[in-house]
């Protein structure tokens, strides 16, 4: 099977909001599964040090973590060329707004969001090779 059917069977998935799709074509066997490009989580204090992975929030703030969800390339940029950035510092996000872009195998997934509020931080740069369940922006919900 050809990388061009393989990148036909994800648009079909996205395409009709399918879960997962498995495929057979004589020996070859494909499976895939989608996955969300985010996970956020209400966070407290934390006694450990701040490190890549990790954000100490102070106990009386509610924030909301977006995580990286898979190893990639994050990218804050919709093209290459472009000086544009989805999102920036101060700005205001609704829930699915997309804030970014992970590349990994030449596969482009949207990162979004699920929660509406303001962009507190950005915790990583264009380019940057991220980690699964690495923190990439903190966001300020409009619950608050």
Do not use: C, W
């Not at 209400?42 to 909301?64: A, F, G, Q, Y």
């Not at 994050?74 to 472009?82: A, I």
């Not at 509406?116 to 923190?135: P, R």
Request: proline share 2%.
């Amino acid at each position: 099977m050809k990388m061009d059917n393989i990148k036909e069977l994800i648009q079909l998935m996205k395409d009709n909001h399918l879960k997962s799709l498995k495929v057979k074509d004589g020996d070859l066997e494909i499976e895939l599964e989608a996955h969300s490009n985010y996970s956020n989580k209400v966070v407290e204090s934390s006694s450990s040090p701040e490190t890549n992975l990790e954000k100490s929030v102070p106990k009386d703030s509610k924030l909301i973590e977006i995580r990286s969800t898979q190893i990639g390339t994050f990218y804050t940029q919709p093209d290459e060329d472009s000086t544009d950035t989805f999102v920036k510092v101060g700005d205001k996000v609704t829930s699915g707004d997309q804030i970014g872009l992970i590349e990994i195998m030449k596969l482009f997934n949207e990162v979004r969001v699920d929660h509406s509020g303001v962009i507190e931080e950005i915790l990583v740069t264009n380019g940057e090779l991220v980690e699964y369940d690495q923190v990439l922006m903190l966001l300020r919900t409009e619950e608050e």
